[in-house]
């Protein structure tokens, strides 16, 4: 299935079981929820999902029982968060052999690399696989910036088609669209800046509390293509609180609370990550449940 890189990704939460091993039947509830409420594609084993507590063998079981229950109905990407070159490369060919349709890919992990290592790591994976790439742009979290000038470099490869853009500026989607046109698709990555960067012309939005409010997000998405900023922007306002739990170091055990509520998901989280307890619990319970109180009618399209 080709991905155009336009719409809503959900950044998916991988499940646990109590023991801590893959809870697929939970995990594949969620991607139908989400495909229910029109996303557009999904990403597995982001930041979002734990990736870094995955070994690769189940990142390869999450994406197989995606292609197998879902591979004809939506857009697959693949997550890409590696230490070495060797380790990214391997990635992508095993994301392509067991079904994939993209990936997303982040600059090498727990190095700060330079223009010039950065530029070749991306450059070396991109002429691996015929996969389509979207680069992962996040200095705040990550620390590597792809600046203009390299995604200049990265224009010679067909393969990367897109970047999300996580450098919490916004004003980087009137950059990259004034210097490349529409040669890249340009994909939110930060919850609390979704509408803004539609509004400046991004292509989509790769989500976080999707993975427990699928339609609501996506309705924002669609509000904006039809024109009804008004109604968006009211929608976004009431989604704010929710939004910013996006944004915090702790946005996995957030969010998967969240999809408690919205009964999408559980609590588990993999150690070093614990569940919340005491008056932080409660703190971001009561965020999510002020929310749902007064959770607007949702506008009809």
């Not at 189940?58 to 591979?71: A, M, P, R, Y």
């Not at 200095?139 to 450098?167: G, R």
């Not at 009211?234 to 969010?255: A, C, G, N, S, T």
Request: charged content about 25%; aromatic content about 8%.
């Amino acid at each position: 299935m080709n991905v155009n890189w336009t719409g809503v990704y959900p950044a998916l939460t991988t499940k646990f079981t109590e023991d801590y091993k893959l809870d697929i039947s939970s995990y594949l509830h969620n991607i139908r929820k989400q495909i229910d409420a029109g996303v557009h594609a999904v990403v597995i084993g982001g930041s979002l999902g734990e990736a870094s507590t995955l070994l690769q063998e189940e990142k390869i079981q999450l994406l197989v029982s995606t292609v197998d229950q879902f591979g004809d109905q939506i857009p697959i990407i693949m997550n890409v968060a590696e230490q070495s070159t060797t380790a990214a490369i391997n990635a992508v060919v095993n994301a392509q052999e067991n079904g994939a349709n993209g990936i997303m890919m982040l600059p090498p992990m727990r190095y700060s690399a330079d223009k010039r290592e950065t530029l070749t790591f991306y450059e070396v994976v991109a002429k691996s696989v015929d996969l389509p790439i979207m680069v992962y742009n996040n200095p705040i979290d990550y620390k590597i910036e792809i600046t203009l000038d390299m995604f200049d470099e990265l224009a010679k490869y067909d393969n990367i088609q897109s970047v999300k853009e996580s450098t919490r500026d916004v004003t980087n989607v009137t950059r990259m669209r004034n210097h490349f046109g529409n040669r890249f698709k340009i994909l939110c990555g930060v919850d609390t800046l979704a509408l803004e960067e539609l509004l400046l012309g991004a292509d989509g939005w790769v989500a976080g509390l999707v993975d427990a409010f699928p339609r609501e997000t996506v309705l924002i998405y669609e509000l904006v293509q039809l024109g009804r900023f008004n109604e968006a922007r009211e929608l976004y306002r009431w989604f704010m609180p929710l939004l910013e739990l996006d944004i915090h170091p702790k946005l996995v055990q957030y969010i998967k609370l969240a999809e408690v509520a919205t009964g999408l998901g559980s609590e588990m989280v993999r150690p070093p990550r614990l569940p919340l307890i005491g008056d932080e619990r409660n703190k971001i319970q009561k965020i999510i449940d002020d929310a749902i109180a007064v959770k607007p009618t949702l506008p009809t399209l």
